[in-house]
């Protein structure tokens, strides 16, 4: 097992790799928004890529991530190492011939399917074929994904982060130089091959330490190992659960095409804003605590199970609640910062920055379900999660039917949120019902705190960056000065308040950084 020293600073040194991503990531969005706006064609990507995310989702994350992890880190742990590499090899193989055929039968129905997930486009022929040729370029990705996700559920299990980690960094470069190099030949489709070809060489990377780890392949499909057979009762209401939450982006999807594909896109944008701080943390915390938790569970320890989990959240907390301050009071400027150039026009910034303020309410929330799931997957309590989640899907379609009218996309947004709010308590309700030992007060106690700190933080950088953008003036430099600067004094305040409250989780932190 490893220790909390070793978890704190592997999870920090994650943080430092998914930060390298996400910045790429980000970039790439920002290439994206200098090249295309807020066009329809850019909808139409939006559109095409989404749905075989939806499903990558489903694969990686329901079927390595919940179901998966936990019973091949159990095989180890009783020293059935052989056990578990036929296991691993079990799912790989089950994954590809299963998503291979699911790519051939989607290829053959793709103009059907995004008749239904956005109607708004079908009003628009040529919009609508643009979309139908971009996902059949993209969807293939699910495969190398779904291999993929068993590669990293395997290392993962075994404490090997390293790879998982860079290999976004690589995909992000691959699609960044397609863009660049071939926009003025392929237009929207340089982005849709990029994504084929960055994710084909991230597979590659993750399966590079299985070579040092001299992994031993089975080709073999049968499903009659017990380990095999309680994945498959483990992912049939894990797959339903993640697929409800992801099927919530569709509900978001399908209400916004009527809005029209400009809102669509904004949507989108603020969104991948929103997800900077979300993976930057709260996946690398959950990433590391969640092989931890699973041993805990098989050692019987529920005393240091609830204690690791709780930790985590308020870790979460800790870190990613100053960025909804900030996303709150600078919504416009740093929109207006990471897109505003090119076919990228001044209106398309206020659309998100409008979308990016409710986005922000959730952010926390939508962060430490990453954990709370993960904590039921580990005690192999897979339905739990299913329930709310039915609960959550009916909620965000009719909040996003009732919210879009007085708030146009925003509403939208905002409704993810409340539904995440909502999440965010039931699980940890429900988690407090099937283990006594986890105590919700020692997480919201500290959450009081850190809401009223943010306030302060929020305020803080706002009246810094106005009067620094008074001073400096709109240029991009200016630009990047004031926010630079609003977010420095506001986010040395925040750590300074913490210091004279002596938080626990700085404390953790700083331990992470300095070991």
């Not at 996902?135 to 559920?153: D, E, K, M, N, W």
């Not at 699980?427 to 850190?450: D, N």
Request: charged content about 10%.
């Amino acid at each position: 097992m490893i220790s909390k020293k070793t978890l704190i600073q592997t999870a920090f040194w994650l943080m430092v790799a998914t930060f390298g991503s996400r910045i790429l990531g980000f970039l790439r969005e920002v290439q994206l928004a200098y090249y295309f706006g807020l066009s329809p064609m850019r909808g139409a990507f939006t559109v095409a890529f989404k749905i075989p995310n939806l499903i990558r989702t489903l694969v990686a994350d329901a079927a390595i991530s919940a179901a998966f992890i936990p019973v091949f880190k159990e095989l180890l742990m009783k020293e059935k190492t052989q056990e578990a590499y036929k296991v691993g090899s079990q799912m790989i193989n089950i994954a590809l011939l299963v998503l291979s055929a699911l790519v051939i039968l989607c290829e053959l129905c793709m103009p059907l399917i995004i008749r239904i997930t956005t109607p708004g486009f079908t009003s628009d022929p040529e919009l609508f074929n643009h979309t139908v040729q971009l996902s059949r370029i993209i969807f293939p990705i699910i495969i190398l994904l779904g291999a993929g996700g068993v590669l990293v559920g395997i290392l993962h299990a075994m404490n090997h982060f390293s790879a998982p980690a860079i290999a976004p960094i690589f995909w992000n470069i691959v699609n960044i130089s397609f863009v660049f190099f071939l926009y003025h030949r392929w237009g929207i489709y340089s982005a849709a091959w990029g994504l084929l070809a960055a994710t084909l060489l991230q597979l590659i990377i993750q399966f590079l330490p299985f070579l040092k780890l001299r992994w031993q392949y089975y080709f073999k499909l049968g499903l009659s190992h017990p380990a095999m057979r309680e994945v498959g009762i483990l992912i049939i209401p894990v797959t339903l659960s993640i697929g409800i939450i992801n099927f919530n982006a569709l509900i978001d999807n399908f209400f916004a095409s009527l809005l029209g594909p400009t809102e669509v896109a904004a949507i989108d944008s603020a969104f991948r804003l929103f997800q900077l701080p979300q993976g930057m943390f709260a996946i690398a915390i959950g990433t590391v605590l969640f092989p931890t938790l699973s041993g805990l569970i098989v050692k019987e320890d529920f005393v240091l199970f609830s204690k690791t989990l709780s930790t985590g959240i308020r870790q979460i907390f800790f870190i990613t609640l100053p960025f909804t301050g900030w996303f709150m009071a600078l919504s416009m400027p740093i929109s207006r910062l990471c897109f505003e150039r090119g076919n990228f026009t001044s209106q398309d910034t206020q659309m998100v920055s409008w979308a990016l303020i409710f986005y922000s309410l959730g952010m926390a929330f939508t962060s430490a379900n990453t954990l709370l799931n993960r904590g039921f997957y580990s005690l192999k309590k897979t339905w739990l999660p299913l329930y709310v989640g039915l609960i959550n899907m009916i909620l965000n379609a009719l909040l996003d039917w009732i919210l879009m009218k007085p708030l146009g996309h925003g509403g939208i947004c905002l409704s993810t949120s409340l539904v995440s709010t909502f999440n965010f308590f039931a699980l940890a309700y429900l988690m407090k019902k099937e283990i006594p030992e986890f105590k919700i007060r020692s997480i919201l106690t500290p959450l009081f705190q850190i809401i009223f700190l943010t306030g302060m933080l929020g305020v803080t950088s706002y009246l810094v960056w106005h009067w620094l953008d008074i001073q400096l003036g709109t240029s991009l430099f200016s630009q990047m000065l004031s926010l630079g600067g609003s977010f420095i004094v506001s986010g040395l305040l925040y750590l300074a308040l913490h210091y004279c409250f002596k938080s626990e989780e700085l404390k953790q932190t700083l331990e992470g950084i300095f070991p």
